[in-house]
């Protein structure tokens, strides 16, 4: 767990297939999923990067996008065709 200001993030990494049923042949094994495709939106740079890192340990996910302004995001996520967007409610 991450504490950064007063948000506090919980990572864990995903749990594959093999992992879930290790009796599995390890050949057999293949993620056909697409990675989530997620937008980061935050003005502090270091909370941006923060959730960029670890999100980035994650296979599944992929950061399509990181912002300072809500604006730059809405203007970009149909473009980026983003799943998901992580915006800074306090930003205002």
């Known amino acids: 767990m991450v ?3 007063q948000m506090t993030v919980i990572a864990e990494p ?4 093999r ?9 057999s094994v293949q993620n ?3 990675p989530v495709r997620v937008a980061l939106c935050d003005l502090n740079p270091t909370i941006r ?5 670890i999100l980035n340990a994650d296979p599944d996910i992929e ?8 604006d ?3 203007n970009n996520a149909d473009r980026l065709n983003v799943d998901v967007i992580e915006i800074d409610i306090n930003d205002g």
């Not at 995903?14 to 297939?17: A, D, Q, R």
């Not at 992992?19 to 050949?27: A, I, S, V």
């Open 32 to 34: 056909t999923a697409e």
């Open 72 to 74: 730059e995001v809405i």
């Open 3 to 5: 504490e950064i200001d």
């Open 14 to 17: 995903s749990v594959s297939s």
């Open 63 to 70: 950061i399509v996008l990181t912002a300072a302004s809500h």
């Open 49 to 53: 990067c923060g959730l960029e890192h």
């Open 19 to 27: 992992e879930k049923n290790p009796h599995q042949d390890k050949t």
